[in-house]
């Protein structure tokens, strides 16, 4: 794809200054507030099952106040290409039943007991339970895939979805790992979150019948956004709290998750601070105390400051993606969208 003109870049900034508006995600959800009441009427719809278990736990998660992003961008995303049809309805359904159930299948995997501020299913109602009923969300997603009635479709969510796994279990053999390099870091992030992202973006070209080139550029604005998206929660997971992640603070730190501040961190230690962080992901170090003091390390070493940086990189693609496209609400929203994900760190 061509590189956008320079008039139609947009700079992401550091922090937004006190009297500067902070980015929301309030344009896009005003854009797309009229198709996701569509979305929803499909997800309430086809969550059901004759088995009360399953819309019970089901509903749990996906009424627990997530932002519905990933299909939120499906249909921003079809908004911006001129799509008037409403195939991008059950797409955007099918991607959203996709991600909750990687996040059920994710909070078993990781004995999570809190997500978005609330018991998790796996904690209410059982891992077997979660499990099960992720599978459910699964068979629904690609029911909902084949009667958008397009190959190609089916073939980039389907892909997605195995890729999402596959993160899951690249992930999964580098827990505990100190030695984890930020290659197959990146490698596991752009799986498991950036899969789904860029996937959610694309299928609204596909549908729209655009060309490749509008396809390829969807696809790089949801591929770095997701990456900026994810290194951005990995940074807070030291620098925020329960009350505002919607989850423990440190979980990923005692859960022996190396990301990517860890990987600046240790590679810039001293011989204690290395020593400090090979017991810590081991499981040996994971007291509050401990926590505090890795939360020291990475701010000592600016590992959370460059994280951020990475982020910012990461969203900068994301929005000169979208260089290609006419000025309007869609391409303001979209862009607004990635300076949010950033500035939930500030």
């Given at each position: 794809?061509?590189?956008?003109?320079?008039?139609?870049?947009?700079?992401?900034?550091?922090?937004?200054?006190?009297?500067?508006?902070?980015?929301?995600?309030?344009?896009?959800?005003?854009?797309?507030?009229?198709?996701?009441?569509?979305?929803?009427?499909?997800?309430?719809?086809?969550?059901?099952?004759?088995?009360?278990?399953?819309?019970?736990?089901?509903?749990?998660?996906?009424?627990?106040?997530?932002?519905?992003?990933?299909?939120?961008?499906?249909?921003?995303?079809?908004?911006?290409?001129?799509?008037?049809?409403?195939?991008?309805?059950?797409?955007?359904?099918?991607?959203?039943?996709?991600?909750?159930?990687?996040?059920?299948?994710?909070?078993?995997?990781?004995?999570?007991?809190?997500?978005?501020?609330?018991?998790?299913?796996?904690?209410?109602?059982?891992?077997?339970?979660?499990?099960?009923?992720?599978?459910?969300?699964?068979?629904?997603?690609?029911?909902?895939?084949?009667?958008?009635?397009?190959?190609?479709?089916?073939?980039?969510?389907?892909?997605?979805?195995?890729?999402?796994?596959?993160?899951?279990?690249?992930?999964?053999?580098?827990?505990?790992?100190?030695?984890?390099?930020?290659?197959?870091?990146?490698?596991?992030?752009?799986?498991?979150?950036?899969?789904?992202?860029?996937?959610?973006?694309?299928?609204?070209?596909?549908?729209?019948?655009?060309?490749?080139?509008?396809?390829?550029?969807?696809?790089?604005?949801?591929?770095?956004?997701?990456?900026?998206?994810?290194?951005?929660?990995?940074?807070?997971?030291?620098?925020?709290?329960?009350?505002t992640m919607g989850k423990n603070a440190g979980d990923d730190f005692r859960d022996g998750k190396v990301t990517l501040p860890v990987i600046l961190a240790y590679a810039r230690g001293s011989d204690e601070d290395k020593a400090f962080w090979k017991a810590a992901i081991a499981g040996h170090r994971i007291s509050d105390e401990d926590l505090a003091?890795?939360?020291?390390?990475?701010?000592h070493t600016g590992a959370i400051a460059d994280t951020l940086a990475r982020a910012r990189h990461y969203g900068q693609r994301a929005i000169d993606a979208l260089g290609m496209f006419d000025a309007g609400k869609a391409k303001a929203a979209l862009t607004e969208a990635v300076e949010f994900a950033i500035a939930r760190a500030y």
């Open positions: 794809m061509t590189a956008p003109a320079p008039g139609n870049v947009h700079p992401i900034g550091h922090a937004s200054s006190a009297s500067a508006r902070a980015p929301s995600l309030t344009p896009i959800m005003s854009l797309v507030a009229d198709g996701m009441n569509q979305v929803n009427a499909v997800i309430v719809d086809r969550m059901q099952s004759r088995i009360p278990l399953i819309p019970e736990l089901a509903g749990h998660l996906i009424a627990g106040g997530g932002k519905r992003l990933r299909p939120m961008l499906t249909l921003a995303c079809a908004d911006l290409v001129g799509y008037a049809g409403s195939r991008h309805y059950k797409l955007a359904a099918a991607v959203e039943f996709i991600h909750t159930a990687t996040l059920l299948h994710d909070d078993v995997v990781d004995g999570s007991g809190l997500r978005r501020g609330r018991k998790t299913a796996n904690i209410i109602w059982g891992n077997s339970a979660s499990v099960l009923v992720g599978d459910f969300l699964f068979s629904r997603s690609f029911e909902l895939m084949v009667e958008a009635e397009s190959l190609k479709v089916l073939k980039i969510l389907s892909n997605a979805s195995a890729v999402i796994a596959e993160g899951e279990v690249n992930q999964l053999t580098a827990q505990r790992k100190i030695d984890t390099s930020e290659e197959q870091y990146l490698d596991i992030i752009g799986a498991k979150t950036a899969a789904l992202f860029s996937a959610a973006c694309r299928i609204s070209a596909v549908v729209a019948d655009r060309d490749e080139s509008e396809e390829h550029a969807l696809d790089v604005y949801g591929r770095n956004l997701g990456i900026a998206f994810q290194l951005i929660d990995d940074a807070i997971d030291y620098e925020s709290d329960g009350a003091h890795a939360t020291g390390l990475l701010r």
